[in-house]
Every structure is written in C-alpha cells, then in structure tokens.
C-alpha cells in the first residue's frame, strides 16, 4: 500500500513539475486589445476570458502540443498551434482576429459544448459585460432549452428552467403571469417594460430568442417596478448567416402547428439583412367548448450603415381567437379537486374573444470607438381585444350556479423611447465601465367590463351534472354600437414617465475586484382605476463583485425601487407606493472551460405598504388592504450546462419565505403571503448519443415540484398547506442528424391534476376555486434544417 502511495505521490510531483503556464495577447487588426474574447485550448476542459488590456492567462497546464482557439462575437475564429514545454512560460505573443463583415451583428451560436450556457445578456440588459462579472442573479432561457423542451408560448414550461419563478394561473395563453421572489416580475420586450394588468398578450415562441430573468430590482432597467425584478424577451434577429428552418408539431387535442424561420441576406454585399418568423396553430382542448388558435408574423430587417452604425427595425403581429377566457376555472364548496378534471362552465356556440397585437421597434447602434457605444430605440405597441369573460354570479352547497358573462373589449397602447450609453475609460489604474441613459414611456388602456348577463335561471346548471348547451337564459348580446374608447370613457390607466440612469463600475487589481456606484431618477404620473399618483424619486444602487479566477465570482448587491400602485380600500383612504429594497449576496462560476455553469445566491426584499384582497370581499367586491410591510428571503441555485459528454441538464431549487413583518388585523405577522411556493424544485436532463449504432438519438426527462404552496389570494380562515403540493414529470425521446430532427414528447407523465387553486367567496359564499393540468399527453415535432 505504502508503494501506491509513494508512486501516486511521485507521479502528482512529476505533473505539477511539469505543468507550466500559458499567456498571450488577443488585438484587431488595428491593434486594438480585444476584451472577453473566449480562449480556450481545444479538446479539453481549459478555457478563459481575456481582460481589458486583452492579455489571458493559464496556470498549471501538462507539456505537450494544443490547439489554441480564440473566439469572440464579431470576430472569425482563430486557431494557433502551441508546444507547451515543461521549463518555462509558453508566450503564445500577438493574436490578431479579423473582425468579420458585418461588425455589428448579435449571432448567437450554441455549439455541443455550451447548449444551454449563455456567457452574456443581450445589448436590451444594457450591461455590456459577461454574466459571471455582473452582481446580481441573471439567469437566461436560451433557444436550446426552448427548442429541447418543446416549449410553445411564454407560458408553457419557460419558468421551469429558472429558480423560484413559477407562473400564476393560467388564462389560456391571454396573458402570462410569472412570479419571483415573492412578486410579480415585470414583463419586459426588447429592454422595455410592457407590463399591463392584463398582459402583454404572451409571447408565442416561435419569433422568441432567448428570455432574460433579472432577479430582485435592476435599476439600470426601470425603477418603478416591482423589487422582485423582471423577464426581458429577445426576438429573433439576422445573424448575417442564410440559414432556414421549418418545423411541424402534432399533438394531443388537436393540435396542429407550423412555423418557418428564414435567415439570411437581401442584397450581395450583406449589408441588407432579413429575418422572418411565420407560425400558424389550431388547438383545442381536454375540456369541451375550449379552443386556442392562433397566427403570428414576425419580420426584422436589419441595415447595416457603416462598419461602426446598424439600423434595425422590428414588427411582431400576433392574431389570437381564443373561447371564452374564464373557461379554464372549476368551482366548488367542498374543497380542490371535488370535480372531474375535465369540468367546464362554458356553454358551446359562445362567441370567441379575438386578439390583435401589434409592435413596431426601431433600433440604431452606434460605436464611435472600441471604447463607446450608443444605442437609442423607440417602439409603439397596440393591443386590440374583443370578447367576454365568464366568472359565477351564485352558487350553493348543492352544487346549483349561475353563471354570468360579462363583455371584455379592450385596447392598450404604449409608447417608448430610449437612448443609452455604454462606455470605457481610465484613471490611473482604475477602469471605469460607464452606463448612463434615458428611459420614456406612456401607457394607456380602455376597456369595457360594463355590460353583463345572468345566463341561468335557478337550478337549471349544476356544477356536478352540467348542461354545456345554449344556456337557459340564451347567448349574451352586448352593445358595441360605440367603440371601446367610447363605452370605456376615458383610459381606465394611463401612466407617464421619464427615467434617468447612471452608473459607473470602478475596477481594481487588474480589474478583478469591481464596484458599483449607480443611481436613478424616476418621474412617474398615473391614474389607475381612479386612483392618481405623481412622483419623483431618487433610488441608488451599489454592487460589489470579486473575480477568484475568470471563471468564478463573489458578488454582493443593494438596490432600491418603488411601484405606483391602484385599488380601492374600503375606508376610503388613499393607497401609497410599495417602496421595496433587496440585499443579495452569491457565487458564479462556469465550469470545466465554460461546460456548465452555477449561480448561488441569497437574499431579502423588504417592501413596504403592500396591497392584498381584502378578505370579507363578496362577490364582485374588489376592495384592498394595505398590510404594512413584507419580507421575502431566500435562496436560489442554479444549474446549465453539459455536465457529462452528451448530458445536458437544467437544475435549479429556490427557498421562498414571503411573509407579513408589520401587521394588520386581517393579516397577522408571520401571515404567509398569496402566491408562494416556499420550495421550488425543477430539472430537466437530455442524453444525447453520439456514438455507435444509437449515434443521433436522444431521451431527455423534466419534472416540477411546488412544495408547501399559498393560494392565489389569501384569506386569513384558509392556511397555506391547504393548497396541496404540486409535481410534475414529462419525458421524451428523438433523432436528429443535424439536419433533419424528430423529437417525441410526452408531457405530465404521471396525471398530475391541480396546478393552481383558492379560496373566495361567491356572492357571500364560501367557495374553492382552481385549476387542473392537462391529462397525459403529447407533441410530436419535425424540424427541418435547409
């Protein structure tokens, strides 16, 4: 034994001896240091970031010969042969890459070895620097993920692959609403904040590149937001390549979808860039009456006007006609799951709601110099919605409801702009990263909730035997003699506001150890529902982060915010803004050369004057509390990435603690809060075989668990446990040979049947209400690379 011992300890000698170290420099062709440019040595697990001055650096590395590849957004590949010999310092000197034509395009490459590893957030983040340097927890869906999962619309199994973010309900694809960190998180486009009360229309994934999950408030976003933090959606953009894709999925309840992705470029000098997203579905239901189609249209074209200036330019079309939105919901007095998975209380032949949304977004990126850049945007968004909702007007123990319809036409329009500045300097040996911009947005939305009809008479629906024909009481009519703005009188909610940004990010000791100073002013004027508010606030944000090594950081965060905030409270007071701050500290790290990747953080937001239902609402009251205040701790990790040849997985778990810390009668302190899941569990793994006669095959298995679960609104008689917890397993299996990919997946393998439920009261009524998943089913998708 002694021997192996002695012979181990002789060879780790003899490797560490002869392990030496490498270091090079990576320019332009102007001579120009390039920074974040990715090295790595090809065949293994080595890999690194250069710095700002361009120079990177390995340590330990075994004598012998490697090839060098240096790659870098903008940039062709480059690949140099090395020796590294056991008595010195291998000095690779000098590598220049040429960038390449089109300087400013955002490819985005997933390569077998990073599949689900994103380095960087897109330009909307703002940031301009790789994720493992920015203090805070950013956690991005990329394409591969969406395209292994089969993941159809914003609201279909995207949150699954973030940590602690699930999403509320479901309104068949009308909108999707994700909560994180104990709130809502706001919807962002393309850097812009498009968060309604009842959207934006959720995205369907088919003109989707990547989602950004901005954990707790981001100032150099918005500050008039909820602290939680925020999604940003990616569209799809030319990437300079001609490349296309078609692709056809087939699944259970009729559903039948097509989409096309072309790529590619519009005249012979490729400064004229396309791209083009089509997508057209029909859909129906596990319940009867129930239906979803839908059509989108998504073209981009980009201009590239110089080497150094890019004009984009963005329209997004989506058509919806969807049954009746409140379909989706069971009903009962005598608890959750009490009725058959497939209840409904739609009646057939009810007109459908029918949705149009419209975006325009132009984009001009400009660099003056290595150094500075300026992007500037403005973009205009309309919805247009005409249809009804269906909620019940009574019901009783025996089962007995009337159900009333009510007209829900609706527009939204919203307007942006902005222009920001990214930059580089240097005093003394400290480098200044810069960010300063402007942010301008108005809002407003009409709608028509007025007109409504009892579509029963008493006893002729019951819940446990229903009859799901013409209704007793016959169809609904409404009056839409005049226009929505008209009947609405006036914008329900309208907000206005300016915001202006700056930061500074100070490196020292080589740029390895960097702090944050930032602030931000924020002007905001709003009239929700009646309720008006107008403010300015100042809301500062400071950051700390520490580099071990390239790939792995220390950060510590602190950042405010405030939310303008409506409702109604019953002793006729005036509601004040949630006022909210977050402390958070965490570790990243991307391992073995950039394979994998891990995020740890912790953290606590307090918020203050916080809103909830008031509970002795009945039936069609909407009056609010104000609770005093709240804290919402915990922890979240993280998991992307190719852990084992072939073996990619997406891993994360959050502990969620959101609570009462200031009391009110109604809600005592230590009250957990609506819509929380203390432990949020997901994972999905995919196998792919790369050798022998399965070579091309893939099996991949997800699963979701909710654990420990508050209702959507809260009531003080009905306690948080009460709502059972939540598991969810899909799996799958397919081929692809690069070209041409068959992918079979089979979703809620186990007949999983409540996914989300409450507590209310019916006209007085004590009554549960919630919502079941899908039985087993399943898609099935070609997709055609050309």
Not at 597 to 612: C, E, F, G, P, W
Not at 725 to 750: E, H, K
Request: net charge neutral; proline share 3%.
């Amino acid at each position: 034994m002694k021997f192996y011992l002695i012979l181990m300890c002789l060879f780790l000698s003899i490797s560490i001896a002869t392990a030496k170290d490498i270091q090079g420099l990576i320019k332009n062709s102007d001579g120009e240091a390039l920074e974040y440019a990715t090295i790595r040595l090809d065949g293994t697990n080595w890999g690194t970031t250069t710095k700002s001055d361009g120079t990177f650096y390995f340590k330990n590395i075994p004598a012998g010969q490697y090839t060098l590849v240096a790659t870098l957004i903008n940039y062709n590949t480059k690949t140099v042969e090395i020796d590294v010999l056991s008595n010195s310092t291998t000095d690779v000197g000098e590598i220049t890459m040429e960038q390449t034509s089109q300087a400013l395009h955002e490819v985005v490459v997933s390569t077998s070895m990073d599949r689900y590893v994103s380095r960087q957030p897109s330009n909307s983040i703002r940031l301009d620097q790789p994720l493992v340097k920015i203090p805070q927890n950013i956690q991005i869906v990329n394409s591969s993920m969406i395209a292994d999962q089969q993941i159809l619309s914003m609201s279909d199994g995207i949150v699954r692959n973030v940590s602690g973010a699930t999403r509320q309900e479901h309104w068949g694809d009308l909108y999707t609403r994700v909560n994180m960190r104990g709130g809502r998180a706001a919807a962002f486009r393309e850097g812009m904040n498009i968060t309604s009360d009842w959207g934006p229309l959720t995205e369907d994934m088919s003109f989707v590149e990547s989602i950004e999950f901005v954990k707790g408030p981001a100032g150099f976003m918005m500050s008039n937001g909820d602290p939680s933090g925020i999604y940003n959606v990616v569209m799809k953009k030319p990437t300079g390549q001609t490349k296309h894709q078609a692709s056809l999925t087939l699944g259970s309840y009729d559903l039948y979808r097509a989409s096309i992705d072309l790529d590619g470029k519009l005249d012979q000098s490729g400064k004229l860039l396309y791209r083009l997203n089509l997508m057209g579905q029909l859909k129906n239901s596990f319940r009867n009456n129930e239906f979803n189609n839908r059509y989108s249209i998504a073209p981009v074209i980009s201009y590239i006007i110089d080497n150094n200036t890019k004009l984009t330019a963005e329209y997004t079309l989506q058509h919806v006609e969807m049954s009746n939105i409140s379909s989706y919901y069971s009903f009962s007095t005598q608890g959750y799951g009490t009725l058959p998975r497939n209840f409904t209380m739609l009646s057939g032949g009810m007109e459908p709601t029918k949705i149009n949304d419209h975006s325009i977004i132009l984009n001009l990126q400009h660099n003056f110099d290595p150094n500075w850049k300026l992007t500037a945007q403005a973009a205009y968004f309309n919805y247009n919605q005409v249809g009804s909702s269906m909620w019940p007007d009574s019901i009783n123990s025996e089962g007995y409801m009337r159900r009333r319809a009510s007209v829900w036409d609706a527009i939204s329009q919203m307007k942006f702009g902005q222009a920001y500045v990214n930059g580089k300097a240097k005093t003394g040996s400290v480098v200044h990263r810069i960010l300063g911009g402007l942010d301008m947005g108005n809002k407003e939305y009409w709608a028509d909730w007025m007109q409504s009809f009892v579509l029963d008479t008493i006893g002729s629906f019951n819940i446990y035997n229903p009859n799901n024909g013409a209704p007793a009481l016959g169809y609904p009519v409404f009056d839409r003699s005049k226009s929505v703005k008209e009947r609405a009188g006036g914008p329900q909610v309208t907000q206005t506001y300016t915001g202006l940004y700056l930061q500074d990010e100070l490196s020292f000791f080589d740029e390895s150890l960097r702090l944050t100073l930032a602030g931000r002013y924020t002007y905001v004027k709003s009239n929700s529902y009646g309720t008006s508010v107008e403010e300015r606030k100042f809301t500062p944000r400071l950051g700390l982060s520490y580099s071990i090594n390239e790939n792995t950081s220390l950060y510590a965060l602190y950042d405010q915010t405030f939310l303008p905030q409506s409702g109604l409270r019953r002793d006729g007071k005036g509601i004040r803004s949630i006022t909210g701050n977050n402390m958070e500290i965490g570790a990243k790290k991307l391992w073995f050369g950039g394979k994998w990747n891990s995020t740890l953080s912790l953290y606590r937001i307090i918020k203050n004057n916080l809103l909830a239902a008031d509970p002795n609402n009945a039936s069609g009251e909407i009056y609010v509390l104000e609770i005093g205040q709240s804290r919402d701790q915990g922890i979240e990790f993280d998991l992307q990435g190719e852990i084992l040849k072939g073996l990619n997985i997406v891993a994360n778990y959050a502990f969620t603690e959101s609570e009462v810390t200031k009391s009110s009668s109604e809600y005592p302190k230590g009250t957990q809060l609506p819509g929380v899941a203390k432990h949020t569990i997901n994972a999905n793994l995919k196998y792919k075989f790369t050798e022998g006669v399965l070579s091309g095959f893939n099996i991949q298995a997800g699963c979701t668990s909710l654990i420990d679960r508050s209702s959507w609104w809260s009531d003080n008689t009905v306690k948080a446990e009460e709502l059972p917890n939540y598991f969810r397993l899909d799996a799958g299996a397919g081929w692809s040979n690069g070209i041409l990919a068959i992918n079979l997946m089979v979703n809620n393998v186990l007949d999983s049947y409540l996914y989300s439920g409450s507590f209310n009261k019916i006209n007085h009524t004590p009554a549960y209400y919630w919502q079941t998943e899908a039985p087993v089913n399943y898609r099935l998708n070609i997709t055609y690379n050309f």
